[in-house]
């Protein structure tokens, strides 16, 4: 969190505290709750441009942790904070990245050997590891093996959830939500094509062909969408930018209140 503290599509890290009992973490705050209020609250019913705007900044946030060769692991609804409830705020459509507990670092190979995160974003290439496993065995070493692209399937099933309503997997048993993963999802065409072709690149079911985080930013439902949204963009760039003060901070140092010190969504490629 140190490393990406200034990213300005991640849960900033402020400061940190130290007593003989407790590590206390500064961390920013974010209004608006997670995007599974979000979804609940507006029953599913996201614009396009706005689905698209919301998973451009998740983009951003991922290509910063994988431009460091580490993977989030748990990208889901809970895990992407919104600054503002108020539809009207220029901060409502700004999300944050947070919950950094389950990154974890490629190894020298490339991968990552440890299965860790939330069963219904798991990727099919986990989902088979698992598969391959003997009924409460322990899976071998050299069984476990995936890369960064598992947080690019994870944010595949959050666009398809924005975009569609429903996630495309049911959050049901193992025995019958794996085989759906393994087998991908049926992508709805009540979307406009570019739409459907992102989350069907998000989905791709062979890693190697999924984009990183940096492709899929060039994509055009991305591009053209941020294009078109350029005027309120900019209009982000007028977000006030404040510190955190001992002011901010309770008595106990448990709660910590702080302006988000840069709001506003311009990628590099459309700076």
Known sequence: MQSLRGQQHCINLFDVYEDWESVYLVQQLAP??????RIKMVKGQFQEDEAAVLVAQVLEALDALHSRGIAHRD????????MSKDPQSEAYNRVKLCDFGLCKALDDTGSITTISGTKLFFAPEIVQSLHTAKPGAALPHHEVRYDLKVDIWALGVVCYTLLYGEEPFKNESDSIMFPKIRRGANIPTTA????????????????????????????????????RQMPKLAACRRGSHADVTESMLSTSWTVAHCSEPHAHLIPPLLS
């Open 75 to 82: 990208v889901k609804f809970e895990n992407l904070l919104l």
């Open 192 to 227: 406009s094509h570019g739409a459907q072709d992102m989350v069907s690149c998000l989905l791709c079911l062979d890693p190697k062909q999924r984009p990183s985080a940096q492709q899929a930013l060039q994509h055009p439902w991305i591009t053209e969408t941020l294009h």
């Open 32 to 37: 608006g709750g997670h995007l599974a209020e």
